[in-house]
């Protein structure tokens, strides 16, 4: 049905068809990265703002395509300017790999003092768990930036407040942040 529905020619269902259809394909039960990546280049020639956060995560990680981090940047950059929470996380995560500090202190504080409630829009089309994992990214970030005094004045006690806030928004994420810490990847 989400094949037909992405042919349809109905840009909106057609649209979030496409990203669906990503999103099956990258899942464990149907798992086909290259049709993942395919079906979110759809969506995103449509206008799909998620799925070009997907491409963008794709490029980073190298999910089905050559891992090709200015693609990456060029999509999450995108994705974050109109107006994706989880493309500015992403893109914060990029720019604290990279080692570009301050704007990952800059976009990642923003993302951390987000109130999605008042500043989030329901038209945004976006999921709750995806505003919930990029608040837990943008604390986590930022508070590794202010406990090591990386692009902001260092802060301690703020940087465990944010450790904590970042558990509460998705104690996975933060578990695998504080683990990726632990073996000097973060």
Known sequence: YFKLAANDGDPKASILAQTALGYIYSGAEHRDLAQSFY???EACG???VESQVAIGVMYLYGLGVKQD?????ICLSEAASDGSLYG???LAYFYYKRKMFTNAAVLSNRIAFFDV??????????L??????AKAMG???????LQRGLGVAKDEELA??????????DAALAARYQRMVQHGDL
């Open 46 to 48: 449509n206008g799909s």
């Open 160 to 169: 465990r407040e944010l450790f904590s806030k970042s558990v509460t928004y």
């Open 117 to 126: 409630k008042e500043e989030c829009c329901i038209d945004a089309n976006c």
């Open 139 to 145: 604390c986590f970030i930022y508070a590794r930036c």
């Open 39 to 41: 079906w979110h280049s």
């Open 88 to 90: 500015k996380a992403t």
């Open 128 to 133: 709750k768990n995806f505003l919930e994992r």
């Open 69 to 73: 981090w200015a693609n990456a940047l």
